[in-house]
């Protein structure tokens, strides 16, 4: 039963309204009302005949946050969350926990302990949570559904992050230069463009990156994998955003436009390229003679004059 639901129910019979002076809180009940929060929490007890399941039960309800406990355990360990009582810590790194479970969860970041495997695959996980988040993958799953736009998704931080494509919020700002991110991950990959930090490592070829994802990719040049697999023609691609670019071919999609002529293309790429023919922008050099270009490929082709007349005079 809710709080709501209680104080429905006296409003309702005005008979039962007198109830709290009937029933008074024991001293143990004051000493429980107080724990850890001061007086952010009470205690409301009501005899058998009131509550809806018939028995002798006690309601318990959080001040906070209006939450009601009919099971005095849960109850004690709820309060705990607004009164920060952080009893159990971390001898590894300070950390401090409202109760001895979560601890024990986060003793597996620095143990790397991954008691959880999956039956499909046989990646391991620290918590249940994750790998009951993982078997989607297996499943095809995708619970949680937007609103806006009828996408679903495996995880709600999936969502709740998708959502922000709607409600243009962006929350993770830099403080250097105060471009702002949807995502914290996407906020730490751009703090790496002003340290410089590049903390992975190719063992292959010594090659750094600022992402561990982009060291992911990379590995691929070395194994050759290509696990993203086109279902129109079984064309494969080492990155997702290969396969999607090559899926516009079967599709037709051209969803990038020029402002400025009206013209569409497939790619984003293509579309920055076209640009240049209305900026005159030439961001290309050539290092020998100083000439620019707006295309990559016209520059190579060019240098290769230097080339020629290098071996002319020889």
């Given at each position: 039963m809710s709080a709501g639901q209680c104080d429905s129910d006296v409003r309702k019979n005005p008979k039962k309204a007198n109830l709290g002076k009937k029933y008074k809180q024991s001293p143990k009940e004051e000493r429980l009302s107080?724990?850890?929060?001061?007086?952010?929490?009470?205690?409301?007890?009501?005899?058998?005949?009131?509550?809806?399941?018939?028995?002798?039960?006690?309601?318990?309800?959080?001040?906070?946050?209006?939450?009601?406990?009919?099971?005095?355990?849960?109850?004690?360990?709820?309060?705990?969350?607004?009164?920060?009582?952080?009893?159990?810590?971390?001898?590894?790194?300070?950390?401090?926990?409202?109760?001895?479970?979560?601890?024990?969860?986060?003793?597996?970041?620095?143990?790397?302990?991954?008691?959880?495997?999956?039956?499909?695959?046989?990646?391991?996980?620290?918590?249940?949570?994750?790998?009951k988040i993982h078997m989607r993958t297996h499943t095809g799953e995708k619970p949680f559904s937007c609103k806006e736009c009828s996408k679903s998704f495996n995880q709600i931080s999936t969502l709740k992050t998708h959502m922000r494509t709607h409600t243009g919020e962006m929350p993770?700002?830099?403080?250097?230069?105060?471009?702002?991110?949807?995502?914290?991950?996407?906020?730490?990959?751009?703090?790496?463009?002003?340290?410089?930090?590049?903390?992975?490592?190719?063992?292959?070829?010594?090659?750094?990156?600022?992402?561990?994802?982009?060291?992911?990719?990379?590995?691929?040049?070395?194994?050759?994998?290509?696990?993203?697999?086109?279902?129109?023609?079984?064309?494969?691609?080492?990155?997702?955003?290969h396969l999607k670019r090559h899926m516009t071919t079967h599709t037709g999609e051209k969803p990038f436009s020029c402002k400025e002529c009206k013209k569409s293309f497939n790619q984003i790429s293509t579309l920055k390229r076209h640009m240049t023919t209305h900026t005159g922008e030439k961001p290309f050099s050539c290092k020998e003679c100083k000439k620019s270009?707006?295309?990559?490929?016209?520059?190579?082709?060019?240098?290769?004059?230097?080339k020629t007349f290098s071996l002319q005079t020889m």
């Open positions: 107080s724990i850890r929060s001061g007086k952010n929490s009470r205690i409301i007890s009501y005899p058998s005949d009131y509550m809806e399941t018939g028995s002798d039960e006690r309601c318990y309800i959080c001040k906070d946050c209006g939450k009601s406990f009919c099971i005095k355990s849960l109850f004690r360990i709820h309060v705990r969350i607004h009164a920060e009582d952080k009893r159990f810590s971390c001898k590894e790194c300070e950390k401090g926990f409202s109760h001895r479970s979560n601890l024990k969860k986060h003793m597996r970041t620095h143990t790397g302990e991954k008691p959880f495997s999956c039956k499909e695959c046989k990646k391991s996980f620290s918590r249940v949570c994750n790998l993770f700002s830099c403080k250097e230069c105060d471009t702002s991110f949807r995502q914290g991950a996407n906020l730490k990959r751009h703090m790496s463009t002003h340290t410089g930090e590049k903390p992975f490592s190719c063992k292959e070829c010594k090659k750094s990156f600022n992402q561990i994802s982009t060291l992911k990719i990379h590995m691929r040049t070395h194994t050759g994998e290509k696990p993203f697999s086109c279902e129109k023609c079984k064309k494969s691609f080492s990155q997702m955003s270009f707006s295309r990559i490929h016209n520059l190579k082709t060019h240098m290769r004059t230097h």
